[in-house]
């Protein structure tokens, strides 16, 4: 089936530092990706909209210029959240859209830490 | 807005028992609701649905849609402690492929 690879799975940064998570997807095509935001026990919440070759389209109250994102190819999306924050501190994941009748598939999301 | 509504936020159970999960919504634009199970990682896919009645089944687990009533259920039945995990709902925007989620369901099952 579809995979997707996130990395890293956890990190751990300074205040005012940035931070890059990758998503691939393996062994397909993704022209479009989703990067959410997870807090502790609640949902998952839409951050914004990866599209191969173009601009990312960002949910209402998400801050473009902190979490930039970056789907430069077919198998690739980035999400860099600059100049992190503690608040900035959440589990990130990743999903690509399949095509393949099993929806989406999500990365293993990734741990962000920041001190 | 696309709206998603879990109940009963959280469950537990003993091993052996059936829970019923229920999800139920309002989207402009409906093209899917879909089942995850999240455990300590990224959710893992469980049931598509895109048609009233039609039951999918996978093992002890299955679901069905209602899309006139606008709800959807998931069934464990025989429960075993591996199924304690959070189960999402979520439903898909013909649109834009959106998915919107529930705030999920949170199952414990008990040995």
């Known amino acids: 089936g579809a995979v997707v690879s996130q990395h890293p799975s956890r990190v751990i940064c300074k205040s005012g530092t940035s931070v890059k998570i990758e998503c691939r997807s393996l062994?397909?095509?993704?022209?479009?990706m989703f990067w959410y935001r997870q807090f502790p026990k609640k949902s998952l919440m839409l951050m914004a909209t990866?599209?191969?070759?173009?601009?990312?389209?960002?949910e209402q109250g998400v801050e473009k210029d902190k979490f930039l994102i970056n789907h430069a190819s077919l198998t690739l999306s980035t999400l860099t959240v600059t100049s992190a924050h503690p608040e900035d501190s959440s589990f990130y994941i990743c999903?690509?859209?399949?095509?393949?009748?099993?929806?989406?598939?999500f990365g293993s999301g990734t741990r962000l830490t920041v001190v | 807005e696309d709206k998603v509504v879990q109940s009963p936020l959280s469950l537990v159970v003993h091993e052996g028992d059936t829970v019923t999960l229920n999800c139920s919504y309002e989207?402009?634009?409906?093209?899917?609701l879909l089942w995850y199970k999240q455990e300590k990682k990224a959710p893992t896919f469980l049931f598509m649905l895109?048609?009233?009645?039609i039951e999918k089944k996978s093992g002890r687990l299955s679901s069905i849609l209602d899309k006139k009533e606008l709800f959807s259920i998931l069934n464990i039945t025989a429960t075993q402690t591996g199924d304690s995990a959070i189960y999402l709902c979520?439903?898909?925007?013909?649109?834009?492929?959106?998915?919107?989620f529930g705030a999920g369901t949170t199952v414990t099952v008990r040995a």
């Open positions: 990866s599209n191969e070759g173009s601009k990312a389209t960002y």
């Open positions: 989207v402009t634009n409906f093209r899917s």
């Open positions: 979520a439903v898909e925007d013909s649109n834009d492929y959106k998915l919107s």
């Open positions: 062994d397909f095509q993704a022209t479009t």
């Open positions: 999903s690509a859209l399949t095509g393949s009748g099993y929806g989406y598939t």
């Open positions: 895109t048609s009233s009645g």
